[in-house]
């Protein structure tokens, strides 16, 4: 491994399924190895951890049904352990780890408290992080497993953690820049620790963000985010098959793109990636002969429409007064409880005598529960009428609201299909729109036909 000058760093991300056994890490291995610029490496936890450690976490369950996803989480990590040809150390350093979480899952609080729920859930990503740096050390990379905890401070929100970006600078130069001329950090998404030294966590997907920020904090120029597809489509080729690859896109699509539903992406990726101009790249780890997309701030082209995203699960929201009429304060009064609970309001529109929004309703997520509260407290005041089984569907691009005939081609192309909302105007790359969840994907079918085939 040769030394490196550091102006050209490069942080590179795996995902679940990259990390998901032996042979997929053996090819991280390899992508790892052949760029000598990479010397981070964040990782997810291996592919179905996470969603078992959920699971410990939020569910009430016997001891015995406990166990038994401990033994799934366990079968899946030694499968991999397996395979390592010198695994005496790693193995006790994965015993220890089981233990711990073995600890936590059987502890009476756990599903009650958020603290433990995080400790809980920040399993995963270290166990993989070990397995990956020691599959690593196999081909001869100089790597280290390194623990992201002492670098990616937060505050003490658990469960959806905010990065605390100047503490996580100054740990980042002090702590990882001086040894990575000569060592290849493996560390973990996802997780942090709060000033208390309390492990937190970024929320579901939250490796991508870890990437961003860590090549922020380091002055990398790039970050590559390694997953199971070969980059960013028109549209999610599970919808339609004529969905293509894109080689570019610029940081404020890619942002739009993850917020209006992409899954690839981490919502919060860009905001360090466009804060820096770092150059972010999603390929896939399977296929890197492939290529995949470039997420640059400026790019070569600029079209009308760049791609088409669908978020399923979404309730839409209609709070009515008559007192509305010229009454001030009454925007103000619902967006402060929606607030108090967290919520974030994508669509808006106004009326008189009312105001329609949605709002993110995945099942058995927090969101839900917090929906829940938040119409309580809302129908205190007004009337709350919810209506749901809608997905929003967002057209992205650029200079969408001052070219003229953006949105006719759009509205040609859906005239068949009721729009209960249309969201357009307040930003240059979007419009999106609400429809029945039945006809979502005929919804984005036949723009994706109109736009791009
Ligand atoms: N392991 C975490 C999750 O599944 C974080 C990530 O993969 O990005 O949500
Ligand atoms: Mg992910």
Redesign the pocket.
Known sequence: MSNIELNSLNVAKF??TSVANFAAMQNCANIIKNNPNTRVVVV??SAG???LL?DIAHTAMSKDQIKQKLVEIKTIQYAILNELANSEEVAEKLESLLASLTDLALHEEIIHSADLKDSL?SH??RMSSLLFSAVLKQIDVNAENFDVRNVLKTDSEFGKATPQLEAIKAAAEQIMLPSLVNTVFVTQ??IGSDEQGNTT??????????AALLAEALGAISCEIWTDVIGVYTTDPRITDAARPLPELSFEEAAEMATFGAKVL?PATMEPALRQDIKVFVGSSREPEKGGTWIVRDCETEPAYRAITRRKEQVMVTVKTPKMMYAQGFLQKVFTIIAKHKLSVDLVTTSEISVAFTLDNPANSVVEQLNRATLEELSQFCDVLVEDNYDLVTVVGNNMHSEAGVSNRIFDAVAEYNLRMICYGANPHNLSLLVNASASNDVVTSLHKALFE
């Open positions: 995902g679940g997810s936890a951890v996470t969603n959920v859930l995963g990503e998404g996802f966590t970024l929320g579901r997907g939250g490796s991508d963000f870890t981490h």
